[in-house]
């Protein structure tokens, strides 16, 4: 099994799709099956965004490719050891490939959507699972009038039970720390970013630079500015559009950066490029890129970091410095919600519990941006 992907000659319905991911056999053969499952989960459905199938396509080959190797047949499921082909592979995955449980769990998740489409077209006659009832913790505060579940969801049984994982957020300090290691212009810009908008990695390796203004054009009261991430500009999850709000002294900085060292960096390549950060040779940053993650782990802190605990740093403290305000209009919840693009409140709420770990009342460049941040919204 290999996988492939497109390029812009691959068609649907006459619409060109570059970079689908595409599986074929030993023999170069498509996996037509698989093929017209990709095209119905990542397409038709319309709520898989593209930045998605990279990942959704790997899923499948890494299964499939599994299949093949061990000469199992992932249609007989009525065979005595076919019929366990799920939680064989799971298995595998956990202690074999030493994959995390929510990486498995996610797989799973998608096979189990496979093998029901597998079903409804007639490529099986039976489904390598089955459906039991499990009790689930319900809601508590917030959004507890509004669950109808009485505690008991069904589910696949072959999936992992899911563990309660501890938001891996920054005090302030650490904050501090992180901020005074970090050297480079360009990569101190970047981890500001992040910690004072909770953009996630993709959106912040593809932000525009024309997102960047001139402060000194507009109001000293604009304590912060508004600006529309568009899936249209950038990478964005789910292509969905949402904004992020940037305090003055950090849009200062990225217009200053624009015009000196991006102005430098940009002069390396052969083209002019719209990404507001680039690499050594003056291009854009690839999506996929590892350069982030490798820099904050060389710095040496006696922490570890990741870009997306800078995200979890974000909605951490503002949810705290929000509710600690009496004489805001708005809901503290809903504006991280919307700042961090959850399509659920409840995935905001998460961060409601994990607010007393960060109270350390140790105050930063980090925490002063947070204010400003606030500031702006004391007439909402």
């Known amino acids: 099994m290999k996988l492939i992907f497109s390029t812009d000659s691959f068609k649907v319905g006459n619409r060109s799709y570059e970079g689908f991911p595409i599986l074929l056999h030993d023999n170069m053969q498509t996996f037509m099956e698989g093929l017209n499952f990709s095209i119905y989960y990542c397409i038709k459905r319309g709520r898989v965004g593209k930045s998605s199938w990279v990942t959704y396509g790997r899923d499948l080959y890494d299964f499939f490719a599994f299949v093949d190797a061990n000469e199992l047949d992932w249609r007989n499921i009525t065979s005595r050891i076919d019929s366990h082909i799920l939680s064989v592979y799971r298995d595998a995955a956990l202690k074999d490939f030493q994959l995390a449980e929510s990486t498995v769990n996610r797989r799973l998740g998608l096979l189990v959507k496979f093998y029901k489409y597998a079903m409804q077209h007639g490529w099986v ?93 507009f109001s000293a009261r604009n304590h912060n500015f508004v600006v529309i991430l568009s899936p249209r500009d ?18 200062e900085d990225l217009w200053q950066f624009v015009i000196h060292e991006r102005s430098v960096l940009s002069q390396k390549a052969s083209q002019e490029y719209p990404s507001l950060f680039l690499n050594n040779l003056g291009r854009p940053f690839s999506v996929e890129s590892n350069a982030l993650n490798k820099k904050l782990k060389k710095l040496g802190l006696p922490f570890s970091v990741a870009p997306h605990m800078l995200r979890h740093t974000f909605a951490t403290h503002t949810l705290r410095a929000l509710m600690e305000r009496k004489d805001l209009k708005i809901n503290p919840l809903m ?3 919307d700042r961090l ?36 919204l004391t007439d909402v």
């Open 335 to 337: 504006y991280v919600r």
């Open 125 to 217: 006659s039976a489904l390598p699972y089955e459906i039991e009832e499990i009790r689930v913790n319900q809601p508590k505060g917030f959004l507890a009038h509004a669950d109808k579940s009485g505690g008991v969801k069904a589910s696949p049984d072959v999936l992992l039970k899911k563990r309660k994982t501890k938001i891996k957020a920054l005090n302030t300090e650490q904050v501090g720390m992180l901020l005074n290691a970090v050297k480079g212009k360009q990569d101190k810009l970047m981890i500001r970013l992040c910690l004072a908008t909770g953009i996630r990695k993709e959106e912040l390796l593809t932000i525009p630079k024309s997102y960047v203004v001139n402060p000194q054009r």
């Open 341 to 376: 693009g959850h399509s659920s409140i409840s995935n905001t709420e998460k961060y409601l519990h994990f607010i007393d770990d960060v109270s350390d009342g140790v105050l930063n460049n980090y925490q002063e941006e947070i204010d400003l941040i606030i500031e702006g």
């Open 234 to 251: 950038m990478k964005t999850k789910g292509s969905h559009e949402r904004s992020i709000h940037i305090p003055r002294a950090l849009m």
